[in-house]
């Protein structure tokens, strides 16, 4: 079938608890992901993705939201310190549930199939695709507009430049796991150059005295509790990334080991650095100037670079690239796990013989990402990502306190404080009913009716298992022609 089969037994009260599955190579020499990522790539892949356009952009809004200097950077530091604990819970999911896959996979562990088939149905058709697809523009824009000065780049150019960039990130990703860690690496290493760099420059402001900035740093702080939210959304769109490694476990040298330890390494740099560049824009500008910026970063150049200010714009296509590139990586194996547990079409769950890349769920990936570049109408659904988000970041979190209060016997090789999944979830549940209290909007509505628009597809393809006999047949002809062969898990 085209559809891969289940077992419909609980997982979390089977005898291998979190490792049931069909082999589907018995007898055969078994073909999986190789475990190639190891604790530099692991911390290069969680701050690679972090870093992208966000720090360049989102500092003007969150002050815009928030009314005032001080306040702003409570903010960011609020952020960094949520992005933490939510990363230090996922490690501990992570070494309780050792495979690849996400929020899907715990999801599918603990609640069952059909919460997991939602979050994998809005996550593979729409949040991972429109995120990469916004990435990409944001890097085609900063990459082109050198070739454009003095008027806005025609968007035709940044479409191509964008669709350009995914299609380099494929064959990237497609050929060799090994390569797309080298990518990931050598521009996380530029784009950490990049913000020290800005932070230095800040310093050297500091020391010649521009603290205008930082006077009465509080007066006028914006106190609403939806004002507040949507602040920590644009602040939270800037740390987006945070818990990419666990997508990738099957793929980690001692996962057990290298997963903490790269979260702990990962997030207080980014979390140091964003603060250090929030500080340093405010030394270069007044607030009144920052807010009037279209792009933070660039109005930095032009008052501390000058003539080197192009220096900038490159740093921020760097960036971006680096972090579109995380993004693909992760979003491919999410689409891949998918399939492998039988909630996706089963040719995305295989890999390439010769290359071990899932090379199928890669080109989908890629080719809903392209779609959504094309036609340009994603804007909307990117703003609403974080509430996507956060809403599954709740439930993933909640099925970790589960786990932590009825099965606290299950092996793990580290263990979080209850405390630090209790206020995640206190602040997911925050940030997904403030801004509906505070400014109900119809997009939201959208959003919701989209995850459930899922069980017209769950019930009949998974549920019941209906599949046409021609997906069969498309099935074998796409294997033959991407060379890919089914694969197990790792089950050690």
């Not at 979390?12 to 078994?30: C, I, Q």
């Not at 009913?433 to 597809?457: H, K, T, V």
Request: aromatic share 10%; hydrophobic share 50%.
């Amino acid at each position: 079938s085209t559809m891969r089969e289940r077992k419909t037994t609980d997982p979390l009260h089977s005898a291998d608890p979190l490792h049931s599955s069909t082999d589907v190579s018995e007898g055969k020499e078994k073909l999986r992901l190789k475990r190639e990522v190891g604790l530099i790539s692991g911390v290069s892949l969680i701050a690679g993705t972090m870093i992208g356009s966000g720090i360049f952009m989102s500092p003007e809004w969150v002050l815009h939201h928030m009314g005032n200097p001080a306040s702003s950077l409570l903010i960011w530091a609020a952020c960094g310190l949520l992005a933490m604990f939510g990363a230090l819970s996922y490690a501990e999911l992570g070494t309780i549930i050792k495979e690849s896959g996400g929020e899907y996979i715990y999801i599918l562990r603990i609640f069952g199939s059909f919460p997991a088939f939602l979050f994998a149905y809005t996550s593979v058709i729409l949040v991972r695709p429109a995120g990469l697809a916004a990435v990409c523009l944001s890097f085609a824009e900063y990459a082109i507009a050198p070739f454009y000065p003095g008027c806005s780049s025609p968007q035709v150019a940044i479409k191509c430049t964008a669709a350009a960039c995914i299609l380099i990130l494929t064959i990237i990703n497609c050929l060799n796991v090994r390569l797309a860690t080298s990518v990931m690496n050598i521009f996380t290493a530029a784009k950490l150059l990049a913000l020290l760099m800005i932070v230095v420059g800040g310093l050297v402001l500091l020391a010649n005295g521009k603290t205008q900035s930082f006077q009465n740093g509080f007066q006028g702080t914006t106190a609403g509790i939806g004002t507040v939210g949507v602040a920590f959304y644009q602040g939270l769109w800037s740390y987006d990334g945070w818990n990419n490694l666990n997508y990738v476990t099957e793929e980690l040298k001692k996962p057990e080991v290298t997963l903490p330890r790269a979260v702990m390494i990962a997030i207080p740099l980014v979390t140091c650095l964003y603060l250090l560049v929030n500080v340093s824009y405010l030394a270069a500008m007044s607030p009144s100037e920052l807010l009037s910026s279209g792009a933070v970063a660039v109005t930095w150049g032009d008052k501390v670079l000058g003539s080197w200010a192009w220096l900038i714009s490159l740093s921020v296509a760097l960036s971006t690239f680096g972090s579109s590139n995380g993004t693909f990586f992760s979003g491919g194996r999410m689409c891949y796990i998918a399939a492998r547990e039988g909630h996706m079409p089963d040719i995305l769950s295989m890999a390439h013989v010769r290359c071990l890349t899932p090379s199928p769920a890669l080109l989908f990936t890629s080719a809903m990402s392209l779609i959504m570049i094309l036609s340009g109408n994603f804007t909307s659904i990117v703003n609403f990502f974080s509430f996507m988000a956060w809403l599954f970041y709740g439930m993933t979190i909640s099925g970790l306190l589960y786990l932590k209060i009825k099965k606290p016997e299950l092996p793990r090789s580290y263990k979080v404080p209850i405390i630090i999944p209790i206020i995640v979830l206190m602040a997911a549940v925050y940030l997904v009913l403030a801004p509906i209290i505070d400014q109900p909007q119809m997009e939201i509505l959208y959003i919701i009716l989209f995850i459930f628009s899922g069980i017209i597809f769950y019930f009949p393809l998974v549920h019941f298992k209906y599949h046409p006999r021609f997906l069969r047949r498309v099935t074998l002809h796409l294997q033959l022609l991407l060379e890919v062969a089914p694969t197990t898990r790792d089950e050690n």
